[in-house]
C-alpha cells in the first residue's frame, strides 16, 4: 500500500512539473508582449519605417494583451474551470470513464504514462497477493475489482478467461 501511494505521488509530480513549466512560459510570453514589445516599439518608431507583417501581428497581439488583459484572464480561469469540471463529469460514470480515457489514450505522452502506471499497479498488486498464498486465479479476481479503469479491467479478465480456458496470458 506504501509503495501504491508513493507510486501514485511521483505520477502526480511526473504530470505537474509539465504544467509548472507551460505556466511560466505563458507569463513569460504575456510579460513580453505587456511591457517588451511596447518598449521596442517606441524605439523603431523614430524611424519611420513600415514594419514587416511578422512584426505587425506581434504588435497586434501586444496591444489585444493590453486592451484587453482582464476579458483574457478571466476567459482563461473559465476555460480551465470548464476543462476541469469536464474531467470530474467524465469521470463520474463507467461508460463516461472509458470514453475519456480513450480520448486520452490518442495522446501520446498520457498514453505512454497511463499504460506504464497501470503495468507498475498490476504487477506489484499481482506480486503483492501472489507472495502472500492467494492463487493466480483469486488474484486476478482481485485484481479486477480494485482497477479503477474500466479498460483495464476488461483486460484483466480476458486474462481471467483464458488462463481458465488453459491459454496462457
Not at 514589445?37 to 501581428?57: G, K, S
Not at 463520474?92 to 501520446?108: G, H, Q
Amino acid at each position: 500500500l506504501e509503495h501504491e501511494i508513493t507510486m501514485k505521488r511521483e505520477a502526480i509530480t511526473a504530470l505537474i512539473y509539465p504544467l509548472i513549466v507551460l505556466f511560466i512560459m505563458i507569463l513569460a510570453m504575456v510579460i513580453l508582449f505587456i511591457f517588451v514589445v511596447p518598449m521596442l516599439i517606441t524605439t523603431y518608431d523614430n524611424y519611420e519605417i513600415p514594419f514587416p507583417l511578422a512584426t505587425q501581428f506581434v504588435l497586434a497581439i501586444s496591444q489585444g494583451f493590453q486592451d484587453q488583459w482582464l476579458v483574457i484572464l478571466f476567459g482563461n480561469v473559465l476555460f480551465g474551470a470548464l476543462i476541469w469540471r469536464g474531467f470530474h463529469w467524465g469521470l463520474a460514470e463507467p461508460d463516461r470513464r472509458i470514453k475519456l480515457v480513450r480520448c486520452l489514450e490518442r495522446i501520446p505522452i498520457i498514453n505512454g504514462l497511463i499504460k506504464q502506471y497501470m503495468f507498475i499497479q498490476f504487477t506489484y498488486g499481482l506480486g503483492q497477493l501472489l507472495d502472500g498464498g492467494i492463487l493466480l486465479l483469486n488474484s486476478l479476481t482481485l485484481l479486477v475489482k480494485q482497477q479503477r479503469y474500466v479498460l483495464y479491467q476488461d483486460q484483466i479478465l480476458q486474462i481471467i478467461n483464458r488462463t481458465m480456458a488453459g491459454q496462457s496470458f
